[in-house]
């Protein structure tokens, strides 16, 4: 009797949601999840993070016409403003 036919994803599908992403973790990918833990966030949150940036430049690139749909652009640029951290106020006499 031939086995069922079970619909395997593509390496280019993601998987479906509520499923688990297994990713091995290598020097480089431990030392960017550390940056990013910094912020408080758990490892979960930070993978999604990441993807979540990365995927939101390459919309953005896609949709400027910068890079044609489905190609990697060679470098993204990230704007940061400057924190505002308030200042105690002066107490100069």
Do not use: C, Y
Request: proline residues 11%.
């Amino acid at each position: 009797m031939a086995k069922p036919k079970t619909t395997q994803p593509t390496p280019n599908t993601p998987p479906a949601v509520g499923k688990t992403v297994h990713v091995r973790v290598d020097d480089g990918l431990h030392d960017s999840l550390a940056t990013i833990m910094r912020t408080g966030v758990t490892v979960s949150d930070a993978v999604r993070l990441a993807a979540a940036f990365v995927a939101h430049g390459f919309e953005s690139a896609w949709g400027a016409g910068a890079v044609p749909d489905g190609k990697m652009p060679r470098h993204m640029l990230m704007k940061v403003r400057t924190h505002d951290t308030p200042q105690p106020p002066d107490q100069r006499v």
